[in-house]
Nanobody
Framework: QVQLVESGGGLVQPGGSLRLSCAAS????????MGWYRQAPGKQRELVAE???????NYADSVKGRFTISRDNAKNTVYLQMNSLKPEDTAVYYC????????????WGQGTQVTVSS
């Protein structure tokens, strides 16, 4: 059974920084694309950033230049460094592990709240 456990969320003032972490149990981490998604109240879940097994990254336009995704395969952990946070970044952030080739799968964490407010 795969488990993804997020941590690092909280309340921060506009312009501040947070670092989210997602620790993955099981043996799939090294073969998974890891991603961070977010869902704000009344909105659909959206991709924030993702990183492939080879280290290729992809970001939503709204966070480019402010957020950085990274992974540590030795620790089975993916990180999201969030700088210059804005009120519109407020959302529940979810960690995702997926693989599109066989054997394909899609796992989600339970989410961590990020609130940007003065």
């Amino acid at each position: 059974q795969v488990q993804l456990v997020e941590s690092g969320g909280g309340l921060v003032q506009p312009g501040g920084s947070l670092r989210l972490s997602c620790a993955a149990s099981g043996s799939i981490f090294s073969i998974s694309t890891m991603g961070w998604y977010r869902q704000a109240p009344g909105k659909q879940r959206e991709l924030v950033a993702e990183i492939t097994t080879g280290g290729t990254t992809n970001y939503a336009d709204s966070v480019k230049g402010r957020f950085t995704i990274s992974r540590d395969n030795a620790k089975n952990t993916v990180y999201l460094q969030m700088n210059s946070l804005k009120p519109e970044d407020t959302a529940v952030y979810y960690c995702n592990a997926n693989r599109r080739r066989f054997p394909s799968y899609d796992y989600w964490g339970q989410g961590t709240q990020v609130t940007v407010s003065s």
